[in-house]
């Protein structure tokens, strides 16, 4: 519990010790931009990376696995996604949280003997750090499933018409999700 | 023996890319970023320069020895030329209003994509060939040469702007970067540097009329799959006709809009209301396409693939033009196409055959836009509308960059949303209207290879959407412009699933009241009508 009060006392230090971390990543112009524009409309991305390491914060102060915390990671991560970084820097910031403790409470951990609970910290913090990877890995992916399916929307309407499509089983059908496709698949083979 | 690093002094990682002047930090082609060459099959087609296969991957890139005599006198034939080129490479005092503007540099981050930065690229090799203080000095007056790697820069990021222009609302002088990046292009397809998504559809435009190359069998085949399906939705047959001459009104419309949804649905709604108003009107399967990628390769090629519209009402000897749902078709028309191809004194200023308002806004260009058309007719009250049956919408609505800031369309669309959805929500004024965000993958950029690059330019947009979307529960997001449903439906997708994507005329058609229809089951897309869910 002692870990957790000083955290919770050293919370502003923390987190903008922490979104100065994520944002040394971009080139100097972009982390100043990102660090000054507060409206979220005109600043996406500083927007992101500060609500959602704030609600990681939060969630690991509260102890407990709530299901927000994969949403907060999954602002910053889908952005990251498709920036210039590869996977491991895309997922990097999660890890500098524990550096940023360890430094903002280098002489308060070691005063107060608190090793377990900064071990049930950092093991927390490693548990998110492997849910970022699978969200990663998921927002990959959908990248690839966009670029496929516009593949398919541009050739779909050439095959109807051409009579080339045909009906699905429904094991299919749940297999391709769109109820929409469906319906044009039925008309077709009527 | 080598010195181990401690662990802490292991752990100490400097995460800021080294600083180096941009001048020296060639540019990096990153996958996902970049769309991939032309084919010299559609070059040649084209009579474009250097027509071969070329692959921006690899180092050569097949230029033409004189690549360089080229680029530098091209760049003085047009700053002779046209004033505003030679203006926007002077005035500009780097003040910095437009740095944060630009949704490339929102989204990805990337310096070079700051719209003063991305002038620059074109201003450093400008001073140094045409300004004292540039030959004299140099670096030190921001000059540099034109050598293959600026060149390679020049292509790199100049196909990373979708000409929105949204910086230029912000530029205290009024420089439009767009005509830059539109300059930076002419001159790279000088030398046959164009990308495949591009001058594809520009050679099929050029041969068949459209981007797709649909051929008059095809189209009318696809159009005839749509009346079809309005039959089975409304149980009436409309009856289009094609190349009809002395048609009173010639309809013209991004070909996007015949083969790919969700742009189906909005051709289908363009069918069913002129079938509703009985209008004497004629779609052209020459004259088939009203978007003009060759905006995106040169002055003259936008010129010579415009040409076929004013053309062809001539030959069928039409009043009037109405042009369909589409963005950048609006900004060659409405602010270039009387000058390159008009006047078109042939033609009769539009007035519309229902309510008799006359459009004097058209007066030269003798073209209006369907939603000038259609708001006019709803408040004239000439059409029977059920916004019930969109009440499974929440709708919100995306100004198209081009319409928005091109030519000032920003009423009307809005107009007839809120005639034919209960259910309407603005996303925050400084993503919207003037200030719009663009689709991030507009002027060519709609390949799917280049996925990252949308994706980040997608993100401003997005963002705003999701913010009405859980605020809301906004699940629709309309648009008139056939690039925008084709890529936002890509970029809801990764950012904001849930949010689908729809032009403003599926709406009408799906609240349209037709004369003599049966009850209708389903909206256009064949999903069932609130109230009628769970029926077969």
Known sequence: MILKNLLSEKRAAILERWFEMVLDSYPADTSSFLKQQKNQFANPVGAAISQGINGIFEELLSGKDSDTIPAFLDNIIRVRAVQDFTPSQAVAFIFHLKKVIREELEKEISENQISDELFAIEARIDKMAMLSFDIYVKCREKIYDIKANELRNMTFRLLQRANLICELSEPEQALIGSKNLNVKRKEVTK | ?536
Request: some cysteine; overall charge neutral.
């Open chain 2, 1 to 536: 023996m080598a010195k181990l690093e401690k662990p802490e002094e292991l752990i100490k990682i400097d995460h800021t890319p080294p600083k180096k002047d941009w001048m020296d930090t060639p540019a990096e082609f990153k996958e996902g970023m970049y769309c991939w060459g032309a084919k010299g099959k559609d070059l040649k087609i084209l009579d474009f320069p250097n027509a071969r296969d070329w692959s921006p991957k690899e180092e050569d890139w097949k230029l033409p020895e004189n690549w360089k005599d080229t680029i530098l006198e091209a760049m003085a034939d047009r700053l002779s030329k046209y004033r505003s080129f030679r203006l926007f490479m002077d005035i500009c005092v780097r003040c910095g209003a437009c740095a944060d503007k630009c949704h490339f540099f929102i989204g990805g981050g990337d310096p070079k994509n700051m719209p003063v930065l991305r002038a620059e690229l074109m201003r450093s090799v400008y001073r140094k060939y045409h300004t004292t203080g540039g030959k004299i000095f140099g670096k030190t007056a921001g000059a540099r040469e034109l050598t293959l790697d600026v060149l390679k820069e020049w292509w790199y990021y100049f196909y990373q702007c979708t000409e929105c222009r949204r910086c230029s609302v912000f530029c205290p002088y009024g420089i439009d970067t767009a005509e830059i990046t539109m300059m930076g292009r002419e001159f790279m397809n000088l030398l046959g540097l164009n990308t495949g998504w591009i001058s594809g559809p520009v050679a099929n435009c050029y041969m068949k009329g459209n981007h797709l190359g649909l051929e008059p069998h095809a189209i009318m085949n696809s159009i005839e799959g749509m009346i079809d399906d309005i039959e089975t939705i409304t149980g009436i047959r409309v009856n289009p006709s094609f190349n009809r001459k002395g048609a009173e009104i010639l309809f013209v419309t991004p070909s996007g809009d015949l083969f790919a949804d969700p742009g189906t649905f909005t051709c289908m709604g363009y069918l069913m209301l002129f079938h509703e108003l009985g209008i004497d009107y004629t779609w052209s399967t020459y004259a088939s396409e009203g978007g003009n990628f060759g905006f995106f390769t040169s002055n003259e090629t936008a010129k010579r693939l415009n040409s076929k519209i004013y053309a062809e009402a001539k030959r069928l000897g039409v009043k009037w033009i109405i042009g369909g749902e589409c963005g950048h078709m609006w900004r060659v028309l409405s602010q270039y196409m009387d000058t390159w191809n008009g006047p078109a004194d042939f033609l009769e200023v539009p007035k519309s055959p229902i309510t008799g308002t006359v459009f004097d806004n058209a007066k030269s260009m003798k073209m209006v836009h369907v939603t000038e058309f259609t708001a006019d007719l709803i408040k004239n009250g000439k059409l029977k509308l059920d916004p019930r049956r969109n009440d499974n919408l929440k709708v919100t609505y995306h100004d198209s960059c081009n319409t928005a800031r091109g030519m000032g369309l920003l009423e009307e669309p809005r107009y007839i949303i809120n005639n034919v959805c209960n259910h309407f929500y603005e996303m925050p004024d400084n993503t919207i209207r003037e200030q719009t965000f663009c689709c991030g993958s507009g002027t060519g950029l709609n390949a799917s290879e280049n996925m990252e690059l949308r994706m980040r330019g997608g993100l401003p947009r997005a963002n705003a959407v999701k913010h009405v979307r859980d605020q809301h529960g906004v699940n629709m997001l309309a648009n008139i412009c056939a690039i925008d449903r084709a890529t936002l439906s890509a970029s809801m997708d990764y950012w904001v699933p849930g949010v689908k994507v729809t032009g403003v005329h599926e709406l009408v058609a799906n609240a349209l009241i037709m004369k003599g229809e049966k009850e209708r089951e389903t909206d256009l897309r064949g999903e069932p009508l609130p109230g009628k869910e769970g029926k077969e």
